[in-house]
């Protein structure tokens, strides 16, 4: 008996031919930090499951299986180092055969019972179990699986990223019911983004940068990763390993929280190579696939960059994949070609999180060159990057820049913003809500006064303005300055029954 992963593309099709490869020959540049690896089991209380091997009526809450992999200062002396079968339990774990034998884990879970795979179980990562975190605090990068998928099916990249000073944290793709998604391709994008948020949650009790979250995924796991984006604002920028959302652009757009406008960060898309026309035929694929990227093609708000690796096969953007898959003879490079390809890979996803979660200005270089400058051969790889339209000023932008000054000189913030924003627009409405939310909210209430004294000099015909400063300078204790504002409101518009009943108050 075997157990059958699905896969949601079917052009990962393989024949059978088999690699020669290893973590060593792979072999990342590592960081200065060891990397320290934990996996638990939480629960989601707000969500039913069931185990499906169980076979009975109990639900229970939403598991979510957690691998972890972060910066340690520990100096190794007696720990070992995770193995590559200690990773294959957590895979038992994770598909609810945690009773499995060992030895039957190969054949178990479709990978190939070959002596070079039974090899690789025995290879040494280069993570530590449950060392200590290092001091300081991290950016955060939360992994979403391929369909299907464990937590550690890229725990090579994962290590990597750790060791250059990244808390990475990725959870079980799962069905939204059981272990296995149900044919609702909508449903489990939304589960797969729920899970993501969780983890995002899970990071935050953690020694990590808030202000830096990132997302990367792989496969299936990109369309949820775009979604979680577009609904978490403190999610600052995307990696996908030549995600679904390339592919599966009409099933993205149909997700409920779907909003083009708010993909609004830096984004790296790295894809498979083109499909042979040979594989195209036999495997019954369309050839637009090879082409059409509309969700790249669309945004407008994101730095974004496109990769595409000609030597790589969509497989071997994973980890799991690179060690046990299956080569394609029809299609797949030599292992040496797809191992420089998957190191590639992984050097500019470190670039580009080094470039907008670290402000690394050497590696946003290396990230906007074209891969010849960088001393890449064309053959391995092309580039191609555009810039989001021109931003266009809004009052939240006026909104932080003035209070980084305290609400001080905003005569001259607002010559000069004019100068470079010739459109500049400061909502009457705006001015007159912030003022009075600074007068009454803010340990210093002349804050608000100086809003209100703009926005009079800006709308110097506006009785409300007036009469919201003669309130501002009530609230203050300053009647003088109440009294002639609320006059000027008056004379501006008699029928203000509120400076009516103000003035009167005052002068009696």
Not at 482 to 491: D, G, R, Y
């Amino acid at each position: 008996m075997k157990l059958l992963f699905c896969t949601f593309l079917i052009y990962f099709l393989i024949n059978p031919s088999f690699g020669q490869t290893s973590l060593k020959e792979i072999d990342l540049q590592r960081g200065p930090y060891t990397v320290g690896f934990q996996h638990y089991l939480a629960s989601d209380s707000t969500r039913t499951y069931s185990r499906i091997y169980d076979y009975t009526n109990r639900t229970i809450p939403r598991p979510i299986s957690i691998s972890m992999w972060y910066p340690s200062d520990q100096k190794i002396t007696v720990e070992k180092p995770m193995s590559i079968l200690n990773y294959f339990e957590i895979l038992k774990e994770e598909e609810e055969w945690e009773n499995l034998p060992n030895e039957l884990i190969l054949n178990w879970f479709t990978y190939t019972n070959t002596p070079e795979n039974q090899q690789h179980l025995t290879e040494k990562s280069s993570a530590y179990p449950n060392i200590d975190f290092a001091e300081g605090q991290f950016p955060v990068i939360v992994y979403a699986p391929s369909f299907q998928a464990s937590s550690i099916e890229n725990f090579e990249l994962c290590e990597f990223l750790a060791s250059h000073g990244y808390l990475v944290i990725s959870s079980t793709s799962r069905g939204s019911e059981n272990r296995w998604f149900s044919t609702n391709s909508l449903k489990e994008l939304e589960t797969q983004a729920r899970d993501i948020e969780f983890l995002m949650k899970e990071a935050a009790k953690l020694p990590v940068d808030s202000e830096k979250i990132a997302l990367m995924s792989f496969s299936f796991g990109g369309l949820s990763s775009v979604i979680t984006q577009m609904r978490n604002a403190n999610v600052k920028a995307v990696v996908s390993l030549d995600g679904t959302e390339r592919y599966q652009y009409s099933l993205l757009s149909n997700a409920p929280f779907f909003e083009l406008a708010k993909f609004d960060v830096p984004y790296l898309h790295m894809a498979q190579k083109d499909i042979p026309e040979k594989v195209l035929e036999e495997d019954k694929i369309n050839p637009e696939l090879n082409t059409s990227f509309v969700f790249y093609e669309r945004i407008s708000k994101s730095k974004a960059y496109q990769l595409k690796f000609h030597k790589l096969s969509h497989s071997y953007f994973s980890t799991l994949g690179v060690l046990f898959e299956n080569r394609d003879q029809r299609q797949d490079k030599s292992d040496a070609e797809i191992m420089e390809s998957y190191k590639l890979a992984s050097k500019y996803t470190l670039n580009f999180f080094n470039a907008y979660l670290k402000n690394d200005h050497a590696a946003l270089a290396f990230v906007e060159k074209s891969p010849s400058t960088n001393g890449i051969e064309s053959e391995l790889l092309s580039h191609k990057s555009k810039n989001p339209e021109a931003h266009l000023f809004t009052f939240q932008d006026f909104n932080e820049l003035a209070s980084a000054q305290n609400y001080e000189n905003l005569d001259a913030l607002v010559d000069s913003l004019s100068i470079q924003n010739p459109s500049l627009k400061l909502p009457e409405g705006n001015l007159n809500t912030l003022g009075l939310q600074l007068v009454f909210n803010s340990t210093a209430p002349s804050q608000g006064i100086n809003v209100f004294l703009l926005a009079t000099k800006m709308y110097p015909g506006s009785s409300n303005l007036f009469d919201s400063l003669g309130e501002a300078y009530l609230h203050t204790g300053n009647r003088d300055m109440a009294i002639q504002t609320f006059e000027k409101s008056l004379t501006l518009n008699s029928q203000n029954q509120n400076a009516i009943d103000r003035l009167d108050q005052l002068r009696r």
